[in-house]
């Protein structure tokens, strides 16, 4: 069953809620959370095998995939340290 998370940066205020992540019943293609280099936001992609993933926003290539556990990151729109909370719920 994949999960939620949201991310909240304290500095800038950017937040996004209710980002989905993991595995729904099928082991791919999974959703997995990133780091968006070129629209400079936080999402979740599918990552389907041999695939290039792709930012959800802006369709470029240039994202950061994040570990589904990661629970610190820096904030894509100001760089100052953010944080990522797993949220109740679950998707499949
Ligand atoms: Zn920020
Ligand atoms: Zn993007």
């Given amino acids: 069953m994949g999960s939620f998370v949201d991310f909240k940066c304290k500095f800038c205020r950017y937040e996004e809620y209710g980002i989905g992540v ?4 099928a082991e791919m293609p999974f959703l ?23 930012c959800s ?6 994202i950061s995939i994040l570990p589904d556990d990661a629970r610190r990151v820096s904030c894509p729109k100001c760089g100052e ?3 990522i909370t797993p949220k ?4 499949d």
Avoid at 22 to 25: D, E, L, Q, S
Avoid at 57 to 62: G, I, M, W
């Fill in 22 to 25: 993991g595995r729904g019943k």
């Fill in 32 to 54: 997995s959370l990133y780091r968006c280099n070129h629209c400079h936001t936080i999402g979740s992609t599918w990552i389907h095998e041999g695939k290039i993933p792709r």
């Fill in 57 to 62: 926003n802006c369709y470029d290539d240039a």
């Fill in 81 to 83: 340290p953010a944080v």
């Fill in 88 to 91: 109740e719920g679950s998707w």
